[in-house]
């Protein structure tokens, strides 16, 4: 037997129909913010360990260079004590054949200085650029992560 829909019968169905639509919307906005707002809160936090790293790594740029400057101005210092030295060496010198021999034994230590300074700065340079890159480095890795897991 065939049931007659009753227009109260009607109503009744579109009105749960629409209070069941309206109740996944809710549901389906607010976990729409909740996300939203999680992510807002990652980039903040992502955006603060930036700065964080970009300021740890200004410091450990400050802090190099004022080492590099005070063992410049310490080399600097110990070659003009050395000239000094040497000057008065020279000056005390009785023949051509010492000072000869002065002069030779003078210019090997001197190369061998040179040779040693140029290659300690390249190298304390290079250890300085490492340390300075090291915490942008970290952060770069840790977004590479995050966008890699989000992927």
């Known amino acids: 037997m065939a049931t007659k829909n009753t227009a109260a019968d009607l109503t009744g169905m579109m009105s ?18 909740d996300k939203g707002t999680n992510m807002v809160s990652e ?3 992502m955006a603060k360990g930036n700065v964080e790293a970009l300021v740890e790594s200004g410091k450990i740029l400050a802090a190099g260079m004022q080492d590099m400057t005070k ?25 051509p054949t010492e000072l000869f021999q002065l002069q030779g034994k003078i210019l090997r230590r001197n190369f061998d200085a040179m040779m040693a300074s140029t290659s300690k700065a390249p190298a304390s340079a290079m250890k300085l650029a490492n340390d300075v890159i090291a915490p942008i480095t970290a952060r770069v890795n840790l977004a590479v992560e995050k966008i890699s897991k989000a992927a």
Not at 81 to 93: G, H, N, P, Y
């Open 16 to 33: 749960k129909s629409m209070t069941d639509a309206v109740a996944e919307m809710q549901a389906k906005a607010q976990e729409a913010y």
């Open 71 to 95: 063992s410049y101005a310490e080399e600097a210092k110990a070659a003009y004590e050395t000239m000094t030295a040497d000057l008065k060496e020279m000056a005390s010198v009785k023949s």
């Open 43 to 45: 980039m903040t936090e």
